[in-house]
């Protein structure tokens, strides 16, 4: 049995920070029933290619994306924007422990699924709103997206290439980073949320706001401009407050260096053949190295280029220097330490056999991560949803798929 097994999830989330959350949910055992649209379904869906490929190699219907977020999870198609939808809606609701939505501010009230409503027919019932700017303030009502998060809350202004450097600019990450963490910063406010209840009972509307998450995660650059005045620039792959902390060039391609301490750096001079850079005036701290920067950093790049990347991994952790290669995703799920923690799996699917997935990070002593299902195909599972949480019979469903509303 997962840890929360004993919950059910209602997820009316779409695209990515919603979905993260359900299926975090969901690998550690809660029911998830995913509503969707007939005949559309979640956006992601259609956010290809890459698609998942059957056994003769062709496209499936299933876009690479949809499989990121969405594993364990039911599927069931109800249209909403119909009363008779919305009266299902309210009676999963009406049996469900959470509910997940990233619909705009208000958008659920015009069919009678915001919190309030709900509330009345569930007072346990915990209501996680995801939006980009939150419940409240002037941008409330705004749609908000990642890409667009990232610049107006500032990563990306911290992102890239100094500047007066060739390619100098803002860069994105290269993931959608900010809806994963607000994904996760969704679960564990749920999870918070869950733990009153058992303590005090009730539920409670949860507002978690993209742009809320992202300035949160500023994390060291906030307080490095909050307590200086001074807003941090873009430094490349460099640290703000360590050196050497970046990417340096080898004999046959690049590698990371991440040099914490000052015994580290004493260290890795001694590998770089270099042992009086410990002891120079200009590099002995790290309050000195951060301050000499443009100094050092040359000297080391023209020591690093004299040995392959290899030979510096393998020498700098001989010397227990933090350091390694720059992988691409090839290369990373060939890593042996990635296979032997199992990160790469295969669930069986009804479309291609099998899909591949990546496998979660949270490691369980006693209620580990339950792999269940693949991804569900749209509407997959609404007859057995509705059998078993609303006691429909199929007479009653196909009526409903008849008249449309499934």
Excluded at 46 to 53: E, H, I, S
Excluded at 121 to 147: E, H, M
Aim: charged share 20%.
């Amino acid at each position: 049995m997962g840890a929360l097994s004993h919950l059910r999830v209602l997820d009316l989330s779409r695209v990515l920070a919603g979905p993260w959350a359900g299926q975090i949910l969901a690998d550690l055992g809660a029911d998830v029933i995913k509503v969707e649209r007939p005949g559309n379904g979640d956006d992601t869906r259609a956010w290809g290619p890459p698609f998942l490929k059957d056994a003769r190699g062709e496209n499936t219907t299933e876009a690479a994306y949809y499989l990121s977020a969405n594993r364990n999870k039911q599927s069931v198609t109800i249209d909403f924007t119909r009363p008779e939808g919305q009266r299902l809606v309210r009676e999963l609701a009406a049996k469900s422990d959470i509910l997940i939505e990233n619909f705009k501010v208000g958008g659920l009230a015009a069919y009678g699924l915001d919190y309030e409503s709900l509330k009345a027919i569930n007072p346990q019932l915990i209501y996680c709103s995801i939006t980009g700017f939150g419940q409240t303030g002037p941008y409330a009502k705004r749609a908000g997206y990642d890409f667009m998060i990232q610049g107006l809350g500032g990563l990306m202004s911290l992102t890239g290439r100094p500047e007066g450097d060739d390619g100098a600019g803002p860069v994105k990450v290269g993931v959608a980073l900010t809806d994963i963490l607000t994904g996760l910063y969704s679960t564990a406010a749920i999870l918070a949320a869950l733990a009153h209840r058992d303590h005090a009972g009730g539920g409670q509307h949860i507002d978690m706001a993209l742009l809320d998450v992202q300035v949160a995660c500023l994390a060291n650059q906030a307080m490095n401009y909050l307590t200086t005045g001074n807003a941090p620039k873009r430094l490349g792959n460099a640290h703000p407050n360590i050196v050497p902390y970046q990417d340096f060039p080898t004999a046959d391609g690049d590698f990371i260096l991440t040099v914490g301490n000052d015994g580290q750096f004493r260290k890795f001079a001694e590998v770089a053949g270099q042992p009086q850079w410990a002891d120079d005036p200009r590099f002995a701290t790290n309050k000195l190295r951060v301050a000499n920067r443009a100094v050092l950093i040359p000297l080391i790049r023209q020591a690093t280029v004299f040995k392959t990347t290899a030979e510096w991994v393998t020498q700098l952790e001989r010397a227990g220097v933090p350091c390694g290669p720059i992988n691409d995703l090839a290369q990373v799920f060939a890593d042996p330490q990635v296979q032997a923690r199992g990160l790469a799996m295969e669930l069986p699917h009804v479309l291609a056999g099998s899909v591949p997935q990546v496998a979660s990070p949270i490691r369980l002593s006693e209620t580990p991560v339950e792999y269940r299902n693949a991804p569900p195909l749209l509407g997959e599972h609404t007859l057995e949803v509705l059998q078993r949480v609303l006691g429909l019979d199929e007479a009653a469903v196909k009526v409903f798929r008849e008249a449309g509303v499934l």
